[in-house]
């Protein structure tokens, strides 16, 4: 069997964000590297929305402008075709137990074309709470990459047990004619997915790091992980000859306890939640950006609690 001095478990975007890193920084020069993935090929897949408030390995991807790269690396299908047993490895297949009573973002979106130029490509839609909501929380957002093409996408946060929230195609089609007011459109591409709003099971095996999801680099509040996973993957490789030894890299205490709150909100105060995220944009958008980045300093963290409804937020700290 084939041995390796790097493994990555997961050729997504924790896994390739990795391996770019180490390649384009030389940590491989004299290295080995595989990545187990069982996919046959690679498609558009996922649209990864993020701030950007940090420069990060993929800024020239940002936007309608997407540059290839290579690495030097080899795929596999399953970890059992290499020796892994001298290898450090690098998983971003996080270990989720299936649970009712855990919170996911779960969504669908598609990318429309119309005949005529409908949209204002300079301004996006964040968050349009004007839907049906049924007892959770539901909005869409549209994104315009031109006047007459852009990605609409309908979003969940709730429990995965409710069937009745994923007829995703018929709330897109109701949202496109009847929110956007547009009766006649061509569906170019379709993504789906669903996000854990909770740390998965990150178990300590040795010469193995969990990255990605799996390494608990997505904000529970949001869903973002993009740009956590960059600066995750830049600090794998700033020590990678003693990363078994450095300190877990996390997401700060302070965002993952606010976090923690927000959510206990969200789950007992669905109804509350539109009013709630119009708040903290209100305190001041590039605040928002801020804190929803985990780039905010205390008295920005300050001022959208200030905005918050206090009587909800104390309930939930002592629950």
Not at 81 to 106: A, D, G
Not at 139 to 153: G, H, I, S
Not at 168 to 189: A, G, R, S, W
Request: aromatic letters at 14%; hydrophobic letters at 35%; glycine letters at 4%.
């Amino acid at each position: 069997m084939k041995e390796f001095d790097y493994i990555i478990i997961g050729g997504g975007c924790a896994g390739l964000s990795l391996a770019y890193e180490l390649e384009i920084h030389e940590k491989l020069k004299d290295k080995t590297l595989a990545i187990i993935e069982p996919r046959e090929e690679y498609k558009r897949d996922k649209t990864w929305s993020f701030w950007k408030v940090t420069p990060h390995n993929f800024d020239d991807c940002v936007k309608k402008n997407w540059e290839n790269f290579s690495v030097n690396i080899l795929f596999f299908k399953n970890i059992k075709e290499i020796n892994k047993q001298n290898s450090l490895v690098f998983n971003s297949v996080p270990n989720i137990k299936k649970n009712h009573l855990n919170l996911w973002q779960h969504f669908c979106g598609v990318e429309i074309k119309t005949d005529n130029d409908i949209f204002d490509e300079k301004i996006f839609n964040l968050m349009d709470f004007d839907c049906e909501q049924r007892e959770s929380v539901h909005f869409f957002y549209t994104l315009p990459y031109t006047k007459n093409r852009a990605l609409v996408e309908t979003t969940w946060l709730s429990k995965m047990n409710d069937n009745s929230q994923k007829d995703y195609e018929n709330q897109i089609n109701n949202y496109i004619k009847n929110n956007l007011n547009i009766k006649n459109y061509e569906i170019t591409y379709k993504e789906e997915g669903a996000i854990p709003l909770f740390y998965p099971l990150n178990k300590n095996e040795k010469n193995k790091i969990n990255i990605g999801t799996a390494g608990g680099m997505t904000r529970l509040s949001t869903g973002y992980t993009f740009l956590n996973i960059q600066e995750h993957s830049k600090y794998i490789r700033e020590n990678i000859d003693n990363i078994t030894n450095a300190k877990k890299f996390e997401i700060n205490r302070k965002y993952q306890f606010l976090d923690e709150i927000f959510l206990r909100v969200l789950e007992k105060n669905p109804e509350k939640m539109s009013d709630i995220f119009f708040r903290m944009f209100k305190t001041s958008p590039k605040t928002a950006i801020k804190f929803l980045s985990n780039k905010s300093n205390f008295l920005e963290d300050l001022s959208i609690i200030f905005k918050m409804p206090k009587l909800i937020f104390i309930r939930a700290l002592f629950d």
